[in-house]
């Protein structure tokens, strides 16, 4: 499988990376596949909490670089999905305790034993993030329909092609239909127009994203969860399933250009 | 957003949404190209100044932009008129 390393990334912190990685990567396992999700967030890891795993968590990435574990024993088998493991960060390190070539090593010494490796980056342009990308073979880059984080994805963008990796996908994250509606904020074809990226899925803005998050527990496994369910779209087209993507324009009514005056919602 | 603003962007104010897409348009073009906003101005100001001593040069006319480039980040495009007559 070509897709089989995937390393999601952003540039901009808070888009929503290791939300995405954790919702995507629960979606593929409840479909049967093997997956692990590697947090290569060193020193502010994240990834166990959009889970719900940090109370299991023994080792870490650090441990396995060491050497003092091998990495399947660092692997955290999650607790509600069948087939779904994670690598957690060490959460006292720092970025230069995992080197390009220690993640290489870790994910082909995974590779067989995995249908899907996630690898969730650390937010920024340096090390760490050339760490997290260097073993993908697929990239997928999450932006919010917003300033900073579309111009911080294009320069990721960028360096991704000066590491003569592949171009990547783009997630749109956070799109707010209401606030697109108004003209307020950009819209998918403005974004695409903007990055020309492929575009692998856009999740709206769920207003109980943030109650998956304090629970840990991923939107995925909600079947009337809004992004849930655009989340399992992406999981889906990753599998080369082609699925439309909804650009999430209404046209406003007469009663909410109204409102829109009158500074109502 | 108070009431003013709403009817101000009834009556023609373009979107906001539209004004991001210009701005990020804009600033990538020179993100793309690894310079700072001001490298146009400042090279046609340049440029200007050396080919003001060039009578058959139409310097009004002078046209400068950025283009993408194949072997290197970016280009900078300068187009010189000659004057007629």
Redesign the interface.
Known sequence: MADKVICVTSGKGGVGKSTVTANVATALAMKGYKVVAIDADIGLRNLDLVLGLENRIVYDIVHVVEGVVPPEKALVKDKRTKNLYLLPAAQTKDKSAVKPEDLVKIVEELRDKFDFIFIDSPAGIEEGFKTAVTPADTIIVVANPE?AS??DA??VV?LCEAMQKPEPKLVINRLDPKK?A??????VE?VL??LSLDLLGVVPEDRNMVSYINRGEPAVLFEDSIAGKELRNIAERLLGKEIPIPKWTYSESFLD?LK????SE | ???MD??R??FGRP????V??K???L??KY??AGLPPNAVEAVKEAILKALEEFPFIDTSGVNIHITESENTKGKIEIEVPVRNG
């Open positions: 300033m579309i111009r294009d320069r960028g697109v108004r003209g307020d904020m950009l819209d403005d127009q903007v250009k829109k005056l009158f500074g | 957003m108070g009431l709403r009817i962007d009834a979107p906001a949404k539209e991001a897409k701005r990020l348009q600033i990538l993100d793309r």
